[in-house]
């Protein structure tokens, strides 16, 4: 089994910077490509961004050029930096991690296995 925690969520005002940092335990090894989620209240939970171990990224077209995935293999750890945060990026972030060779669509969330509890992030206006 994998674990995942999340951490580094808060409260910031529009235009400001996150950044999300995802920590894995567990049997790592069997992990291949991880990704973010977020879900906001009464809204279904969405891909944010994917990374694979080839450094394959993908991103949803309303954090392009805003967020970065990135993963620090040594430590097994996920980061989501984010700038430029709007109104609408407030939700739950989730890290979720896949244990398949090659995701068919990498931010749709039944590509993956594991998940974290989630970190709430806020953007005022």
């Known amino acids: 089994q994998v674990q995942l925690v999340e951490s580094g969520g808060g409260s910031v005002q529009s235009g400001g910077s996150l950044r999300l940092s995802c920590a894995a335990s567990?049997?790592?090894?069997?992990?291949?490509?991880m990704g973010w989620f977020r879900q906001a209240p009464g809204k279904e939970r969405e891909g944010v961004a994917h990374i694979h171990p080839d450094g394959t990224t993908t991103y949803a077209d309303s954090v392009k050029g805003r967020f970065t995935i990135s993963k620090d293999n040594a430590n097994n750890t996920l980061y989501l930096q984010m700038n430029g945060l709007k109104p609408q990026d407030t939700a739950l972030y989730y890290c979720a991690a896949s244990v398949a060779v090659r995701p068919l669509s990498p931010l749709r969330r039944n590509e993956y296995n594991f998940w974290g509890q989630g970190t709430q992030v806020t953007v005022s206006s």
């Open positions: 567990g049997t790592t090894y069997i992990v291949t490509y």
